[in-house]
């Protein structure tokens, strides 16, 4: 009996000690590590590799223990077993059924939960309240295609600045952006990250960031700078007080809502290195607003309509019969997140300082630089996290500032073209109203870097932009019987366009051009992507259909109009009319006449 005792003490004990034993040579290889850089922004793979081994070794020892103990359980008398409870899961009452924010997340919070999660989501814009309870250092799938993984990069790359620029954001949020530029950019190409407050008001960004910040330095000095204006200057101007707070070689000018991806940095300073001309953007992954869940984004190029607002664009059908996705793409446009060698952008202008809060600062830059003498590239193996936002608190109508940024951009760039942008906003041709700020200085810059005309850009870099020179009016249409009813696109999905109290907004505006033409809706830029008015020659009512689709189906789509005058279809001499029951009709033309809201010609 003793030596049974014996002989079961025995192998606890050596596990035991070996237990001690590996604890000792972790502490050890903390130690070294600590020395190296402090805390969790070891940059040392080996130590790490180390660690994680020893890691494996304990959890199969601790499983040896585990096993004993089961054996010595099996040798002592046994008990009678607890009886099981089972909990039965309370059903908690949702308060916010029709939040976004719930509408696939948050079924186990309680009420207090709810209501604190649902306060931060209207505040924000994004899940704050999981946000703050998920890893700082996180990992997010890796989504690039199998051939960037496979890639080998220089040594001797520039240094790259990484500019974060917000307003009231999460400070969780922003320590994880931070957290993941740290872990997955190579220290020796990471000259430093600079931090531009817009003017924030909430107190967590002051304090509490910094002692995140002080914790950082006591590994990594002087790492993170801080920028802070007095007042709310908007996004152009926080983008331009990073670059100028840079010091590397190469300015990554970011959102502080994003992660980056394991060798995102990389593959932008290898093509900078090779060609310091060009404007480069990585690709975009979408964090979700609610699970904050990765979602795998295909690399689109980024261009734009002629009011300016940012769209994506399908990649051409040269790259793709490369048959590799790991290659760089010409982009007619840039979104907000851009990379650059910092003297070339500073070169070329930067960014213009006139423009206002948001909106069209980037269309700007991408215009000017295939202008004046570079390039805008996607690069598909540098991938980016950024978490696309329910709404965007921190300006709930975009329209206005956005209007006022795109007719700054198009008196400057678009010379004969830049009517279009009034076409696009509703706008007078003339005598808008709209202060758009002194562009002599733009002006001047455009003559010194000897830029080409806007043209050149509709022929050579974005020639699926319909340049909209043949327009003849625009704007709502109105029938002289019903003066206070617009023609309307009608119901989406629907294919019927109706006759609806006016409202003016974009369901409502009417495109005429001279090739007999009518788009009813919102105008699209892209060429052949608008919807047409049609008579279908045997239908009482009038139809709305893709041009394309409408050409198709051979639908009788071209009408003659002039102002105060018929809307007559050309081929079935048909009319657009108002009928009993405020309808729109096609019928025998009984003259009643129409008037557009905007005559070209």
Known sequence: MRFGWFRGIVPVLVVTAALVYLDSIKQEVHSHSGRQQRAHYNDSVRGQAILTRMDKMEADISKLVKLLNNIDQREAPVMPKAVEVKKERKVVRKLYPNSALFKKWGDELSEEEQTEAESLFQRYGYNVFLSDRLPLNREIPDTRDPRCVEKRYPDN????SVVLIYLDEA????????????????????KEIILVDDHSSNEDLKEKLDEYINSIHEARPDLVKRVR????????????????????????????????????????LTRIKEDRTVILTPVFDRVEFD?????????????????????????????????????????????????????????????????????????????????????IELIPCSKIAHIERAHKPYLPDLNVMMRRNALRVAEVWLD???????????????????????VSERKRLRERLKCKPFKWYLDNVYPLLDPLDDLLGYGALRNDLKQDHCIDQGPVPGNIPILYRCHLFYSQMCYYRADGQIYIGQLKSRKDSNRCLVDQGVEKYPGLYDCEVAKRKRYHMLWDFKQGGTIQNRDTKRCLEIAAGEKLVIQQCTEQHWKIQHVIK
């Open 171 to 190: 400070l969780s949020v922003i320590k994880r952006a931070i957290r993941s530029i740290i872990d997955k950019t190579p220290a020796r190409l990471l």
């Open 157 to 160: 790359l520039p240094t790259i």
């Open 229 to 268: 204006h007095s007042e709310q200057l908007g996004l152009t101007q926080a983008r331009l007080s990073g670059w100028k707070a840079a010091t590397g070689d190469v300015v990554a000018i970011l959102d502080a809502h994003i992660e980056v991806h394991v060798e995102w940095a990389e593959p932008l």
């Open 291 to 375: 699970d904050l869940k990765v979602s795998h984004y295909f690399p689109w190029t980024h261009a734009f309509d002629w009011a300016l607002w940012c769209m994506y664009e399908a990649l051409t059908p040269e790259w793709n019969a490369l048959k590799d996705k790991s290659q760089p793409k010409k982009s007619p446009s840039v979104m907000g997140i851009l990379v650059a060698d910092r003297k070339f952008f500073g070169d070329i202008g930067s960014l213009d300082g006139g423009m206002k809060i948001y909106g069209g600062e980037n269309v700007e830059l991408a215009i000017r630089v295939w202008l004046c003498g570079g390039s």
């Open 416 to 438: 004969e073209y830049k009517t279009n942008v009034n076409v696009a906003w509703n706008l007078p041709l003339k005598n808008h109203g709209i202060d758009i700020g002194d």
